[in-house]
């Protein structure tokens, strides 16, 4: 039923910038939390960064300071503001969200590609 559309990937420089955006088949403020995973070839897909309801975030270590994780509910978007891009953050960006109530749900877009390289 709940589809989440990833776009904004592509390729950029090191140093560079790029905006994801992540679309919503449902209200954005329905979900207890949403948030932004990336999966490298050969490793385990992880956390990049999360926004719950209440509006607190979570930011992996790498990422700190030059990822931005926000939501627009009147859009049903949640976006990733990546600058000062580095070869490392390349991966495919999955948006995910997570519901509780009535029971645990966990939703998955189908990934963007994001590279960076000179």
């Known amino acids: 039923q709940v589809q989440l559309a990833e776009s904004g990937g592509g390729l950029v420089q090191p140093g560079g910038s790029l905006r994801l955006s992540c679309a919503a088949s449902?209200?954005?403020?329905?979900?207890?939390?949403v948030g932004w995973y990336r999966q490298a070839p050969g490793d385990q897909r992880e956390l990049v960064a999360t926004i719950v309801s209440g509006g607190g975030t979570t930011y992996a270590d790498s990422v700190k300071g030059r990822f931005t994780i926000s939501r627009d509910t009147a859009k049903n978007t949640v976006n990733l503001q990546m600058n000062s891009l580095k070869p490392d953050d390349t991966a495919v960006y999955f948006c995910?969200?997570?519901?509780?109530?009535?029971?645990?749900?966990?939703?998955w877009g189908q990934g963007t590609q994001v590279t960076v390289s000179s």
């Open positions: 449902r209200s954005i403020g329905s979900f207890t939390a």
């Open positions: 995910n969200a997570i519901t509780v109530w009535p029971g645990r749900r966990e939703y």
